[in-house]
């Protein structure tokens, strides 16, 4: 695993020696408030459309100060600044236009995959429009996280995919990894996100440098009747009345058993530590 962390040290330091700040953007949106956690600086709202960013949604968004939300409660309107920079979205200029009752129909908060559990047998179509099946992964080991084609904030899908090709980077001389370790990114957005958009999407995520080994990653979507089953067992919050997931993060390495060996809930992980987990599963001879 020393030979991981080096690797992903120089990827690391390779990116920010060429990255060159860009300048940040400013969209206002409407919303309702869904929940708030002041400890963690963070707000969950349901707005419409972003012109000229994003569709309708119900993500969870970073403020810079607890105060901003501190007095807020679900149901509340308000209206805000989300600013997006070249690596987060966050929400600034709160403010409050509209009390509400204290009550939401965001929906349940799911379960969270547990080590051990076994991952049920769902549906998925690919990118080339052909049916496969959680099942097919059984003797690898799966890295899989949930992305929509539309996001666009860094923070969010654009960092899952990048993070994916980094774990794939620091797989490359780790024995067995590339016949043994697979990649599947799924959208929740069936509705948009076609084969035709997916295959798209993945030809900007899947390029490979000279000499790089390449690794089986599949961009795949549901069902819409099997999101909400699908959206339970992986920690989702859904929306049954709108159809709709609240936009969390959820990614999780799959033993080649079919069975959870780690979840992540959030985007705080690294790409060190999907591939110490993924190693941690491969064949050790």
């Known amino acids: ?43 969950t709202v349901k707005h419409g459309d972003i012109p000229g960013l994003m569709p309708a949604m119900t993500m969870t ?9 501190r007095g807020l409660e679900p149901g509340d309107k308000i209206t805000a600044d989300l600013v997006v920079s070249e690596d987060k979205g966050r929400l600034e200029r709160i403010v409050l236009v509209g009390k509400g009752d204290g009550k939401t129909s965001q929906g349940t908060t799911q379960r969270v995959p547990e080590k051990g559990d076994a991952v049920p047998d769902f549906a998925l179509v690919d990118q080339d429009g052909k049916i496969i099946h959680f099942s097919d ?27 994916f090709r980094a774990v794939q980077k620091l797989l490359q001389e780790v024995p067995h990894a590339t016949e043994r370790a697979e990649f599947l990114s799924v959208s929740f957005d069936p509705e948009h996100d076609t084969p035709t958009v997916l295959k798209h999407y993945a030809s900007l995520y ?28 992986f ?45 941690l599963l491969l064949p050790q001879s």
């Open 1 to 43: 695993m020393k030979q991981i962390l080096t690797i992903v040290a120089l990827i690391c330091a390779s990116i920010a020696a060429g990255c060159q700040s860009a300048p940040e953007k400013h969209y206002p949106i409407q919303g309702e408030v869904i929940s708030m956690d002041a400890g963690k600086k963070l707000i």
């Open 61 to 69: 968004y970073q403020v810079a100060e607890a105060k901003q939300i």
């Open 137 to 163: 992964y059984h003797g690898k080991v799966l890295l899989v996280t949930f992305i929509y084609t539309r996001c666009p904030l860094p923070d969010f899908c654009p960092r899952m995919n990048d993070n």
């Open 206 to 233: 899947k390029k490979r440098a000279p000499g790089e080994k390449q690794f089986d990653w599949q961009f795949a979507v549901p069902a819409a009747r099997d999101l909400p089953e699908l959206a339970q067992f």
């Open 235 to 279: 920690g989702f919050v859904y929306q049954p009345e709108q159809a709709q997931i609240v936009h969390s993060l959820s990614t999780t390495v799959i033993a080649p058993d079919g069975k959870v060996a780690k979840w992540y809930s959030d985007n705080d992980w690294t790409p060190a530590d999907a591939a110490q987990a993924i190693g």
